[in-house]
Antibody
Framework: QVQLQESGPGLVKPSQTLSLTCTVS??????????WNWIRQPAGKGLEWIGR???????NYNPSLKNRVTMSVDTSKNQFSLRLNSVTAADTAVYYC??????????????WGQGTLVTVSS | SYVLTQPPSMSVAPGQTARITCGGN??????VQWYQQKPGQAPVLVVY???DRPSGTLERFSGFTFGSTATLTVSRVEAGDEAVYSC????????????FGGGTKLTVL
């Protein structure tokens, strides 16, 4: 069964760029027609969708973050990545990567990575 | 954008039935997913497409959607069911297609 694992710095300074990578194991990122997503969760709050990428490089982003987000995919490494620039304390959260499964308007996330806490602080 | 509303918390005694609701405008026309999240862990899918269970989800977990409300029912609740449960839909009419509810903390008394 495919597994996902996030990696990246746990501390980012305000105004700098948050960069995370999700490594897909026990399966190819190219297999099937999946989108690969980033989702975050501030402490004690609900889940917020950041965006998704297809292996072709096609992306969709949350409009509220669109101006600051860039996602990329490296199929040779079985990885996809997130960059969020100009971060503030409001971007402090646990960041999850997840595979999007389904068809048309019936879509869900399974599996998820274990999550990585990113703190924005000087 | 589309909004999903969940009660922040609820409590139930062991062996009883928990019904966790998720409200949204005409949610009955959408496909609803439910995730279970235990403290310090990632969310885990427990119900997809309103009422289907992925392999590994116990039969005690069931989902139903009608009108403006989706409901996740947990039968014969156990201490291990204590978690936050979040609903999710895909809003095809929006440029913000993924919508999550705020989550409901289920406490087992």
């Amino acid at each position: 069964q495919v597994q996902l694992q996030e990696s990246g710095p746990g501390l980012v300074k305000p105004s700098q760029t948050l960069s995370l990578t999700c490594t897909v194991s026990d399966g190819s990122i190219n297999s099937g027609t999946y989108y690969w997503n980033w989702i975050r969760q501030p402490a004690g709050k609900g889940l917020e969708w950041i965006g998704r990428i297809y292996t072709s490089g096609s992306t969709n982003y949350n409009p509220s973050l669109k101006n600051r987000v860039t996602m990329s995919v490296d199929t040779s490494k079985n990885q996809f990545s997130l960059r969020l620039n100009s971060v503030t304390a409001a971007d402090t959260a646990v960041y999850y990567c997840a595979r999007e499964v389904g068809l048309a308007a019936v879509r869900w996330f399974d599996p998820w990575g274990q999550g990585t806490l990113v703190t924005v602080s000087s | 954008s589309y909004v999903l509303t969940q009660p922040p918390s609820m409590s139930v005694a062991p062996g009883q039935t928990a019904r966790i609701t998720c409200g949204g405008n005409n949610i009955g026309a959408k496909s609803v997913q439910w995730y279970q999240q235990k403290p310090g862990q990632a969310p885990v899918l427990v119900v997809y497409d309103d009422g289907d269970r992925p392999s590994g989800t116990l039969e005690r977990f069931s989902g139903f959607t009608f009108g403006s409300t989706a409901t996740l029912t947990v039968s014969r609740v156990e201490a291990g069911d204590e978690a936050v449960y979040s609903c999710q839909v895909w809003d095809t009419s929006s440029d913000h297609p993924v919508v999550f509810g705020g989550g409901t903390k289920l406490t087992v008394l």
